[in-house]
């Protein structure tokens, strides 16, 4: 059942966005509130505490609900709790966007700089945007299905809490990024060698083996280099919007293709 709750919140995360119900306000209070009767403790320990309340719980309710109504509530239940850990904004209508941006004055140029970090039209800003796609594809959709797929409901909702950590500042934040770099180390590794099967597979292999046993600092990168390695140097000639929308195709299908080689693995070995 894992696979299938796995397969349908991509379809819908790919086709719909639901960025707007993907509300975390409440987990930045949550944390401030329980991390401040933990503040003699070590950073890690005050991360501990935030998250094992939401393990227990998460597990609680799975187990609860396994074998309700022949695992339909479980179904429900893993499918919403999985596209709630995706984001938090949806990779692809912000990429889409910032495609259009070049042509369409009615974008919000001040949202797309906020998701990606760069202004368009910038010298720089299509590699830096590049970047940005090829990461967030890895830290918005297949690293929480990797560890959702591995973990269960556990995986994901551990992935994006920490992912909202590491933005709140202070020493538990800097200790929420350690874990995420640990925990993206793997994903980012296979994502970018399956880019290759997406294309131009001989130009980024030989770019994934130079980094492919790389620090975990180098997990971002990894990920630019061989997303930009699945395109000819030909396809520079194209304009700014299209090489975005080519970027897109390319994740489309190398999302497809690693879900399906991590659930195969998955099933070898487990």
């Not at 501990?48 to 429900?76: K, Q």
Request: a positive charge.
């Amino acid at each position: 059942m894992i696979f299938v709750v796995m397969c349908v919140a991509l379809v819908v995360e790919r086709f719909f966005d639901w960025s707007h119900v993907r509300r975390w306000g409440w987990f930045t209070g949550y944390q401030k509130w329980l991390s401040g009767y933990f503040t003699s403790k070590s950073d890690y320990v005050a991360l501990v505490v935030v998250l094992l309340p939401l393990i227990l719980g998460v597990l609680m309710l799975d187990l609860v609900l396994r074998g309700a109504f022949y695992g339909l509530l479980r179904f429900v239940f893993e499918s919403l709790l999985l596209l709630y850990c995706l984001g938090p904004q949806n990779l692809w209508a912000n990429s889409i966007a910032c495609a259009n941006a070049e042509s369409d004055q009615s974008v919000d140029q001040n949202e797309l700089t906020a998701t990606f970090g760069v202004v368009m039209g910038t010298e720089g800003a299509c590699q830096k945007l590049s970047k940005g796609i090829f990461v967030g594809a890895n830290d918005r959709v297949f690293a929480p299905l990797f560890w959702f797929l591995f973990l269960g409901p556990v995986g994901a909702v551990c992935y994006r809490s920490l992912s909202h950590i590491r933005e709140s500042g202070g020493g538990v934040a800097q200790r929420a990024q350690v874990v995420i770099d640990v925990l993206n180390w793997l994903p980012a590794r296979l994502l970018a060698l399956v880019f290759g099967l997406g294309n131009h597979f001989t130009a980024v292999f030989h770019c994934w083996r130079k980094q492919v046993v790389a620090g975990l600092q180098f997990n971002e990168q990894i990920l630019a280099d061989c997303g930009a390695a699945a395109f000819p140097v030909a396809n520079d000639i194209a304009g700014g919007g299209l090489k975005i929308k080519q970027k897109i195709n390319l994740l489309d299908r190398s999302l497809v293709i690693a879900v399906l080689l991590v659930a195969i693995i998955r099933f070898l070995v487990i």
